[in-house]
């Protein structure tokens, strides 16, 4: 059995490290990066050269396949046309952010037990996130226009806000959860979030300052803190081919 409960209902694998396969930037692997760290699950990372076609399902289809290090791995690992992160821990291999963001959330000995009320409202911001990254990918892979990132975002913030507390964290518990690295990864990431937005980005992110501020909260969160230093934290950083 490679799993089984431990006292306080918590599941607990005896396999080795889920490996995480995503890229060198941030995009829709940092989340469960960011979970697992809160969790204290500890990961092995397996990281790629960004190289992608397109920002949605569609623009990918109308792009035609490409040839890199991530499509060859994941075909040699029975994960074709896959897109990342895909997460390999035993016999499980599984793609989609959602999936393996809950599955780290599952793992992880210290992540917070949250309630099926909580647990929807984290759901709900991962699709929020997914929102705004479709369309400010677009921006940087498919030639969408720029303009769109700041109404997307503004809407998708405006909503969001109403969830969120004036101190602490989303659901009032002493650890953040999955809504709370949402809104630090709409406010902080480097790619696309802050590139797409520009020089507009501080005036933007000003109109929203519940969602900054939670966003500052998590990133202050001890355990946080210290992934965020991580050499595989990407939150911040440009792709490995254009750092200096
Ligand atoms: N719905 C999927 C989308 C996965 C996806 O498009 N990932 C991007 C990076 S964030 C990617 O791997 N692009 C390159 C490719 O699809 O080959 C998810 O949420 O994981």
Redesign the pocket.
Known sequence: MPFKQNASGKWVSNMAKPNLH??DVN???EVPKLVAAIGGLELDFTEYPF???????AD?LKAGN?E?E??KA?TAMGMNG????IVVHGDIKV??????TNYFANLGPNYPKVTPAQRVIDDMFLGAL?DC?GVA?GVILSGYDGALVPKIMGKVLTHLTKYLPEDGFTHGLNTPSIADVCCLVLTQALIPFNATLGEGAAEFYAGFPKVVAVGERTAAFPAVAAWLTNEYCNLKKPPKAARK
């Open positions: 995503y890229f995009g829709r692997g190289v992608a076609n397109g920002a949605s399902a990918k490409v890199s991530h499509t994941a896959c897109g990342l992160p793609n989609q952010s959602f999936a393996v997914e990254m990918a």
